[in-house]
């Protein structure tokens, strides 16, 4: 051995440093993983939709809870008002319905004048409703424009169908609480394919039945009614259907229709 071979060698430690790795400096912590850090950013997004998310359904819950009767209150109006609004108007877009079926289907003056009588004071309520739901910015059932356009066409002419008859609102049917004399589509077809006395029969019966269900919303709005313009419709209405039904019912016997009583009347 050499005397330069026992030598420690002056450049280099007797300790051996870790070298480290690529792309860190020494003396700082480590870096995150790119994707770690992406997919902490797409959490933190996806809490601030979620926060932003839940306080719209809380708005909007306050907003039907609390804003919305607070405007019907200091409007003078509540839910029963407009919700009966809606039903008599849907109603009485029937009744422009059934009116439009008798030209050529009836070749009875009295049952078409009658009809015609029906559907124009049926038109006028659906007319004085709708006013007064524009009137608190409260959509008009499609159905009840539909009614006054066709009623604006004419009920003394024949409408142009697929056989079906004419149709015044599809979207009248049915309403909450039971149906208040509404027919279904398919009676209505059933109905339009009639003529003579057999169609004024049968019309004449469906809008006996039709109106004594418009009794009902109408009686419920006049006991629990909130608004008083509402309230004097609901009664304005009542009165007519007490009278017409009556017509109706005489008119019916006259052509060979069974006997109609109702206590609703009364």
């Known amino acids: 051995m050499t005397p330069q071979d026992s030598t420690t060698n002056p450049t280099t430690d007797s300790t051996t440093e870790t070298t480290a790795p690529s792309g860190e400096v020494p003396g700082q912590e480590p870096t995150a993983p790119a994707s770690a850090y992406g997919l902490g950013r797409r959490l933190r997004i996806m809490g601030a939709v979620l926060a932003g998310g ?90 009840g424009r539909e009614a006054l356009a066709l009623a604006e066409g004419g009920l003394t002419t024949e409408v142009p169908d697929d056989g079906s008859g004419p149709r015044a609102g599809a979207t009248a049917h049915s309403h909450e609480g039971g149906n208040h004399g509404m027919l279904t589509d398919e009676q209505i077809d059933g109905m339009a394919r009639l003529e003579g006395s057999e169609f004024d029969i049968a019309l004449l019966a469906a809008l006996v039945e039709h109106h004594y269900g418009g009794l009902q919303p109408a009686d419920k709005e006049i006991e629990g009614g909130m608004d008083a313009e509402a309230v004097a419709l609901a009664q304005s209405e009542a009165d007519a259907i007490r009278v017409e039904v009556e017509d109706v019912r005489d008119l019916l016997a006259d052509v060979g229709g069974p006997g109609q009583t109702n206590d609703e009347t009364n």
């Open 54 to 143: 839940l306080a719209v359904v809380l708005a909007l819950l306050l907003w039907l809870g609390v804003l919305v009767p607070a405007k019907q209150e200091a409007a003078g109006y509540s839910d029963a008002d407009s919700g009966y609004a809606a039903t008599a108007i849907e109603h009485n877009a029937q009744a422009v319905q059934l009116a439009a079926l008798a030209p050529g289907r009836s070749t009875d003056d009295d049952v078409l004048a009658l009809a015609v009588e029906v559907g124009e004071a049926s038109a006028g309520r659906v007319d004085e409703l709708a006013a007064w739901l524009e009137a608190r910015d409260i959509p008009v059932p499609a159905a």
